[in-house]
T-cell receptor, first 110, second 111 residues
Framework: TQLLEQSPQFLSIQEGENLTVYCNSSSVFSSLQWYRQEPGEGPVLLVTVVTGGEVKKLKRLTFQFGDARKDSSLHITAAQPGDTGLYLC??????????FGQGTTLQVKP | SQTIHQWPATLVQPVGSPLSLECTVE??????LYWYRQAAGRGLQLLFYSVGIGQISSEVPQNLSASRPQDRQFILSSKKLLLSDSGFYLC??????????FGSGTQLSVL
Protein backbone atom coordinates (compact mmCIF):
# COMPACT_ATOMS: atom_id res chain seq x y z
CA THR A 1 0.00 0.00 0.00
CA GLN A 2 1.29 3.43 -0.93
CA LEU A 3 1.72 6.08 1.76
CA LEU A 4 1.05 9.80 1.66
CA GLU A 5 2.94 12.12 3.99
CA GLN A 6 1.12 15.34 4.65
CA SER A 7 2.73 18.37 6.29
CA PRO A 8 2.47 20.34 8.40
CA GLN A 9 0.19 18.44 10.73
CA PHE A 10 -1.05 21.62 12.40
CA LEU A 11 -0.95 25.26 11.30
CA SER A 12 -2.17 28.32 13.17
CA ILE A 13 -1.95 31.65 11.36
CA GLN A 14 -3.42 35.14 11.40
CA GLU A 15 -6.07 36.28 8.96
CA GLY A 16 -4.48 37.60 5.76
CA GLU A 17 -1.40 35.38 5.84
CA ASN A 18 -0.48 32.89 3.14
CA LEU A 19 0.18 29.21 3.71
CA THR A 20 1.15 26.04 1.88
CA VAL A 21 0.28 22.44 2.74
CA TYR A 22 2.31 19.62 1.23
CA CYS A 23 1.42 16.06 0.33
CA ASN A 24 4.29 13.75 -0.61
CA SER A 25 4.73 10.14 -1.63
CA SER A 26 7.47 7.96 -3.05
CA SER A 27 4.90 6.34 -5.33
CA VAL A 28 2.99 7.53 -8.37
CA PHE A 29 -0.75 8.11 -8.26
CA SER A 30 -3.15 8.26 -11.18
CA SER A 31 -4.67 11.39 -9.63
CA LEU A 32 -4.76 13.25 -6.36
CA GLN A 33 -7.65 14.81 -4.50
CA TRP A 34 -7.91 17.45 -1.80
CA TYR A 35 -10.73 17.44 0.72
CA ARG A 36 -11.76 19.89 3.44
CA GLN A 37 -13.48 18.71 6.58
CA GLU A 38 -15.19 20.64 9.36
CA PRO A 39 -15.63 19.18 12.87
CA GLY A 40 -18.40 16.61 13.10
CA GLU A 41 -18.90 16.42 9.36
CA GLY A 42 -17.65 14.32 6.48
CA PRO A 43 -14.87 15.56 4.17
CA VAL A 44 -15.94 17.51 1.11
CA LEU A 45 -14.03 17.26 -2.15
CA LEU A 46 -12.32 20.50 -3.19
CA VAL A 47 -10.43 19.47 -6.31
CA THR A 48 -8.93 16.60 -8.27
CA VAL A 49 -5.65 16.97 -10.14
CA VAL A 50 -4.85 14.41 -12.79
CA THR A 51 -2.01 15.54 -15.04
CA GLY A 52 1.60 15.91 -13.87
CA GLY A 53 2.38 19.60 -13.41
CA GLU A 54 -1.30 20.53 -13.38
CA VAL A 55 -2.33 23.66 -11.50
CA LYS A 56 -5.91 24.35 -10.48
CA LYS A 57 -7.28 27.43 -8.77
CA LEU A 58 -10.36 27.66 -6.61
CA LYS A 59 -10.75 31.31 -5.58
CA ARG A 60 -7.86 31.88 -3.11
CA LEU A 61 -6.79 28.22 -3.16
CA THR A 62 -4.17 26.97 -5.62
CA PHE A 63 -3.57 23.26 -6.06
CA GLN A 64 -0.59 21.79 -7.86
CA PHE A 65 0.23 18.23 -8.88
CA GLY A 66 3.91 17.39 -9.12
CA ASP A 67 5.42 16.65 -12.52
CA ALA A 68 6.04 13.04 -11.51
CA ARG A 69 2.54 12.69 -9.98
CA LYS A 70 4.05 11.78 -6.60
CA ASP A 71 3.33 14.96 -4.68
CA SER A 72 0.94 17.86 -4.46
CA SER A 73 0.58 21.18 -2.71
CA LEU A 74 -2.25 23.41 -1.59
CA HIS A 75 -1.53 27.13 -1.31
CA ILE A 76 -3.99 29.51 0.31
CA THR A 77 -3.59 33.23 -0.29
CA ALA A 78 -4.81 35.76 2.28
CA ALA A 79 -6.32 33.15 4.57
CA GLN A 80 -9.65 33.91 6.23
CA PRO A 81 -11.25 32.46 9.39
CA GLY A 82 -13.68 30.60 7.13
CA ASP A 83 -10.74 28.58 5.79
CA THR A 84 -10.33 26.95 9.20
CA GLY A 85 -10.68 23.17 9.03
CA LEU A 86 -8.93 19.87 8.38
CA TYR A 87 -7.41 19.54 4.92
CA LEU A 88 -6.85 16.04 3.59
CA CYS A 89 -5.04 14.90 0.49
CA UNK A 90 -5.89 11.56 -1.07
CA UNK A 91 -3.98 9.73 -3.76
CA UNK A 92 -5.89 7.58 -6.19
CA UNK A 93 -4.18 4.31 -7.08
CA UNK A 94 -4.58 2.64 -10.45
CA UNK A 95 -7.10 0.29 -8.81
CA UNK A 96 -9.27 3.26 -7.89
CA UNK A 97 -8.48 2.88 -4.20
CA UNK A 98 -7.88 6.12 -2.29
CA UNK A 99 -4.98 6.55 0.10
CA PHE A 100 -5.43 9.44 2.53
CA GLY A 101 -2.76 11.59 4.11
CA GLN A 102 -2.89 12.22 7.85
CA GLY A 103 -4.42 15.65 7.42
CA THR A 104 -3.46 19.25 8.19
CA THR A 105 -5.46 21.12 10.79
CA LEU A 106 -5.61 24.79 9.83
CA GLN A 107 -6.65 27.47 12.26
CA VAL A 108 -7.01 31.03 10.95
CA LYS A 109 -7.32 33.61 13.69
CA PRO A 110 -9.22 36.85 13.02
CA SER B 1 -30.03 14.10 -6.97
CA GLN B 2 -27.32 11.93 -5.50
CA THR B 3 -27.24 11.82 -1.72
CA ILE B 4 -25.82 9.68 1.05
CA HIS B 5 -27.37 9.24 4.47
CA GLN B 6 -25.63 7.95 7.57
CA TRP B 7 -27.01 7.45 11.06
CA PRO B 8 -26.91 7.88 13.95
CA ALA B 9 -24.83 11.05 14.24
CA THR B 10 -23.59 10.20 17.72
CA LEU B 11 -23.59 7.02 19.73
CA VAL B 12 -22.40 6.14 23.22
CA GLN B 13 -22.14 2.43 23.89
CA PRO B 14 -20.75 0.34 26.76
CA VAL B 15 -17.88 -2.05 26.20
CA GLY B 16 -19.16 -5.43 25.08
CA SER B 17 -22.36 -4.14 23.54
CA PRO B 18 -23.26 -4.68 19.86
CA LEU B 19 -23.04 -2.04 17.16
CA SER B 20 -24.96 -1.31 14.00
CA LEU B 21 -24.34 1.76 11.84
CA GLU B 22 -26.32 2.21 8.67
CA CYS B 23 -25.61 4.02 5.44
CA THR B 24 -27.87 4.42 2.42
CA VAL B 25 -27.40 6.20 -0.89
CA GLU B 26 -29.93 7.66 -3.29
CA UNK B 27 -29.77 8.66 -6.92
CA UNK B 28 -27.55 5.86 -8.17
CA UNK B 29 -27.39 2.14 -8.70
CA UNK B 30 -24.66 -0.40 -7.95
CA UNK B 31 -22.44 2.13 -6.17
CA UNK B 32 -19.05 1.36 -4.65
CA LEU B 33 -19.46 1.89 -0.91
CA TYR B 34 -16.88 2.40 1.79
CA TRP B 35 -16.56 2.53 5.58
CA TYR B 36 -13.75 4.66 7.01
CA ARG B 37 -12.66 5.38 10.58
CA GLN B 38 -11.01 8.64 11.57
CA ALA B 39 -9.12 9.52 14.74
CA ALA B 40 -9.66 13.10 15.93
CA GLY B 41 -8.09 15.58 13.51
CA ARG B 42 -6.37 12.86 11.54
CA GLY B 43 -6.59 11.03 8.24
CA LEU B 44 -9.01 8.32 7.23
CA GLN B 45 -8.41 4.61 7.62
CA LEU B 46 -10.29 2.41 5.16
CA LEU B 47 -12.13 -0.39 6.98
CA PHE B 48 -14.33 -2.03 4.36
CA TYR B 49 -15.40 -1.52 0.79
CA SER B 50 -18.08 -3.12 -1.33
CA VAL B 51 -18.57 -3.22 -5.09
CA GLY B 52 -21.95 -4.96 -4.96
CA ILE B 53 -24.56 -6.78 -2.89
CA GLY B 54 -22.95 -9.33 -0.60
CA GLN B 55 -19.45 -8.37 -1.76
CA ILE B 56 -17.34 -7.08 1.11
CA SER B 57 -13.60 -6.54 1.25
CA SER B 58 -11.86 -5.93 4.56
CA GLU B 59 -8.78 -3.75 4.67
CA VAL B 60 -7.61 -4.36 8.22
CA PRO B 61 -8.24 -7.11 10.76
CA GLN B 62 -10.48 -5.81 13.51
CA ASN B 63 -13.45 -6.25 15.75
CA LEU B 64 -15.86 -4.98 13.12
CA SER B 65 -17.74 -6.45 10.17
CA ALA B 66 -19.70 -5.02 7.28
CA SER B 67 -22.66 -6.20 5.24
CA ARG B 68 -24.45 -5.05 2.13
CA PRO B 69 -27.94 -6.54 2.16
CA GLN B 70 -29.26 -4.25 -0.57
CA ASP B 71 -27.70 -2.40 -3.49
CA ARG B 72 -27.78 0.99 -1.79
CA GLN B 73 -27.39 -0.05 1.84
CA PHE B 74 -24.13 -0.60 3.72
CA ILE B 75 -24.01 -1.62 7.38
CA LEU B 76 -21.13 -1.60 9.84
CA SER B 77 -21.48 -3.95 12.80
CA SER B 78 -19.81 -5.39 15.82
CA LYS B 79 -20.92 -8.18 18.16
CA LYS B 80 -18.95 -6.83 21.13
CA LEU B 81 -17.48 -3.34 21.16
CA LEU B 82 -14.02 -2.60 22.52
CA LEU B 83 -12.74 0.69 23.92
CA SER B 84 -10.44 0.93 20.90
CA ASP B 85 -13.48 0.97 18.59
CA SER B 86 -14.20 4.56 19.60
CA GLY B 87 -13.84 7.03 16.76
CA PHE B 88 -15.52 8.91 13.97
CA TYR B 89 -16.97 6.54 11.36
CA LEU B 90 -17.65 7.71 7.86
CA CYS B 91 -19.57 6.05 5.07
CA UNK B 92 -18.65 7.05 1.54
CA UNK B 93 -19.88 6.45 -1.96
CA UNK B 94 -17.41 6.26 -4.82
CA UNK B 95 -18.66 8.36 -7.71
CA UNK B 96 -16.97 8.64 -11.08
CA UNK B 97 -13.19 8.88 -11.32
CA UNK B 98 -12.65 7.68 -7.77
CA UNK B 99 -14.22 10.71 -6.12
CA UNK B 100 -15.83 10.08 -2.77
CA UNK B 101 -19.06 11.52 -1.47
CA PHE B 102 -19.06 11.21 2.31
CA GLY B 103 -21.88 10.86 4.77
CA SER B 104 -22.04 13.17 7.77
CA GLY B 105 -20.34 10.64 10.04
CA THR B 106 -21.06 8.88 13.32
CA GLN B 107 -19.14 9.77 16.46
CA LEU B 108 -18.90 6.55 18.45
CA SER B 109 -17.81 6.60 22.07
CA VAL B 110 -17.28 3.26 23.76
CA LEU B 111 -17.17 3.57 27.54
Amino acid sequence: TQLLEQSPQFLSIQEGENLTVYCNSSSVFSSLQWYRQEPGEGPVLLVTVVTGGEVKKLKRLTFQFGDARKDSSLHITAAQPGDTGLYLCAGVENTGKLIFGQGTTLQVKP
Amino acid sequence: SQTIHQWPATLVQPVGSPLSLECTVEGTSNPNLYWYRQAAGRGLQLLFYSVGIGQISSEVPQNLSASRPQDRQFILSSKKLLLSDSGFYLCAWGTSWGKLLFGSGTQLSVL
